[in-house]
């Protein structure tokens, strides 16, 4: 974050696409073996963790490398759109 940020930003990575590993209660509208696009915490890592909330399951139609350039595109056009209004 270019020694912008005030404090420890934490670890690198937010958007991801993946398959689900695990799952708790709550995440009803997922499966374990899904694959899925959103915002993870360290999404750089082998293993990441999210709320099911901020996740979506992706078709084969987009590869992963697709998918992942998606969450954050969306909600910053998504906000504009809303600020525009």
Not at 28 to 35: C, F, I, K, P, T
Not at 50 to 71: M, N, V
Request: some cysteine; overall charge negative; aromatic content about 4%.
């Amino acid at each position: 974050v270019l020694g912008v940020y005030p404090g420890d930003p934490g670890p690198p990575g937010g958007d991801c696409a993946a398959h689900i590993a695990a799952k708790g209660p709550g995440s009803s509208h997922l499966r374990v073996g899904d694959a899925v696009l959103g915002h993870g915490l360290a999404a750089l890592a082998s293993i990441s963790k999210s709320d099911g909330r901020l996740l979506a399951t992706i078709t084969e139609s987009l590869s992963f490398e697709q998918a992942c350039t998606l969450p954050t595109t969306w909600c910053t056009v998504h906000m504009s759109l809303l600020a525009a209004r």
